[in-house]
């Protein structure tokens, strides 16, 4: 089977974020000992050996849990809104009610159109198109890990509470939540972005305008 080494960012980035903090909060309570590691050799490269591909499939989970959460909670409004409303004003066809139809009659639109165009133009918004949507889905499976982070960073905030650990330990929860706001962010652009450029491209189509 052919394994693409952009998968090993697409899915890796997410699995060893929750594993990273995951090894965080083990050497926090005192689990696991990482300068014992260090200075065996045959140990550390050992580690590293299971954790990269363990990585891999954490975050080929994590990736199908993003979709799983982003199908359940985005109405139809915020999949693509301006993409939505180009469909309806342009009166060429009538929406389906269900809500899971609205979408799938939205995509089926964009691909009439877009199949349509000469081989050119279809090839840059196809690839610009793809583009923009593969960036969206990296940064919103990035934005899952770290939500998943968000209990292991709860339990040390816990402990420190509590007296075990110091406030100054407590570096890593603080940036989970100040990436997590960064990838809000992140997330919001592209799927914006995306929403925009298909938007804007199918009205074009529609009309003629390409």
């Not at 260090?38 to 591909?53: E, H, M």
């Not at 799983?68 to 909670?73: M, R």
């Not at 407590?170 to 997330?187: D, G, K």
Request: proline share 2%; net charge positive.
């Amino acid at each position: 089977m052919n394994f693409d080494s952009k998968y090993l960012i697409r899915w890796g980035l997410p699995g060893w974020v929750c594993i990273l903090y995951f090894i965080y909060y083990l050497f926090m309570i005192d689990k696991l000992n990482l300068s014992d590691m260090s200075k065996n050799a045959s140990s550390l490269i050992g580690s590293f050996i299971v954790v990269f591909p363990l990585g891999v499939i954490v975050g080929y989970l994590v990736y199908q849990m993003y979709f799983i959460l982003l199908w359940i909670t985005s109405t139809n409004e915020l999949r693509n809104i301006k993409t939505l409303n180009v469909i309806k004003e342009s009166n060429l066809t009538r929406l389906p009610e269900k809500r899971d139809e609205v979408y799938y009659h939205t995509e089926y639109m964009w691909h009439k159109y877009l199949v349509m165009q000469e081989e050119y133009k279809m090839n840059y918004i196809s690839d610009r198109y793809r583009h923009l949507l593969t960036k969206k889905h990296e940064a919103g499976s990035l934005l899952t890990a770290l939500v998943f982070s968000m209990p292991i960073s709860g339990a040390l905030v816990t402990r420190c509470i509590w007296g075990e650990l110091s406030t100054f330990d407590m570096y890593m929860p603080v940036l989970n939540v100040v990436l997590i706001l960064y990838m809000i962010r992140t997330y919001l652009y592209y799927h914006r972005n995306v929403d925009y450029f298909v938007a804007g491209f199918l009205k074009d189509m529609i009309k003629n305008k390409i």
